[in-house]
């Protein structure tokens, strides 16, 4: 009997240490696929990119700034007006509360009188994101500079040729002399590639694109080749119906002469930055020069910024096309930012499954 019970005792003791070993092999292998998520979900937060797209006053910022504190992210600015210091109210700049409630990125990196080009702003945005992605936390690229955007996003290979003052003074003198459609003229002959992307009436592109032909004998689009990065990228574009648009537009013009934007030219004026530089020549800023030279009223000048933020606009959507299957599109008279941080959630939770599977 005492061999059969100490028989027993051994076989229960034996069950018992298998389901402990089970139980322990069990909480081994939680701790594991714990340990796999946790690391799936840091490789698609270190990979992941989420961009923002869309016309000026649809309300890009209120929608980066909701998402960023929702979803642990930083802002990257991709608006090249934003670049400079001292220019605030014309470029509708984010506030300092409101860039003290996200961290923003890419923004007051240059004075009025720099050049930051596209190369070094594609540079910096890389690196920039990096940094972001290394912390651990989101990286939300927003702008409506769409040649800055798809720079990043696609990943272009931008030629690093110095400008060249004299002969980007000689090929300026020429649309002066001739006009803006003759130099664009002489850029299709040599480049008809790049001719067709760029806007006959923005001199500084056109010049642009021939100084790099010019100096290095090759066109400029044969230059520009694409290697996209290794980023898992949500691209989301804000709209609206173009009426629509086009009166919040002509309120944020009135609002921004409210605040003071008359003031912020003068001082600009004042401090010595002439209206050739390419910060001076922008949106809500160059328009300004016929009324301090007593040519116009100030009427004027605000009916002329909101016909060039018209024009801005329709640009804008060149670069930024409803069609692009590569960009998600949501109203935003019609769909909620609580809608929309859902879509991100989804696209997010999708980059963990992607990067699970790739560990298998």
Known sequence: MMGQEAGSRKREAGGRRQDAGSKEAEGQSAICNLQSAIRNSQFAIRNSLL?????????????????AESLDGEIVS??????????????????PEERARVPHHLIDIAEPDE?????????????????????GRLPLLVGGSGQYVRAVVEGWRIPRVPPD??????????????????????????????????????????????EVCLITGRPISEQQRKQPPLYHILQIGLTMERAALYARADRRVE???????????????????GWDLPAMSGL?????????????????????IKRATRRFIRHQYNWFRLSDPAIQWFDATETTMEEIEAVVRQWMEDGVDEARLRQR
């Open 51 to 67: 961009v923002i797209v869309g016309p000026t006053a649809v309300g890009k910022t209120a929608l980066s700034l909701h998402l």
């Open 78 to 95: 991709a608006d090249s007006r934003l670049f400079y210091r001292g220019m605030d109210i014309g470029t509708a700049k984010p506030s």
């Open 115 to 135: 050049t930051v080009g596209l190369a070094e702003f594609q540079e910096r945005a890389y690196s920039t994101i990096a940094d972001i992605q290394a912390r």
């Open 165 to 210: 003052p004299a002969l980007r003074a000689e090929l300026e003198a020429q649309a002066r002399r001739e006009g803006a459609v003759a130099l664009h003229t002489r850029l299709a002959r040599l480049d008809p590639d790049a001719a067709q992307r760029i806007d006959p009436r923005n001199v500084r592109r056109v010049a642009r694109a021939l």
């Open 255 to 273: 609002e921004m002469m409210v605040a003071g934007l008359e003031d912020e030219v003068r001082r600009l004026v004042e401090a010595g930055y």
């Open 284 to 304: 809500g800023y160059v328009q300004f020069g016929p009324y301090f030279g007593g040519r116009v009223v100030l009427e004027e000048v605000v009916a002329e």
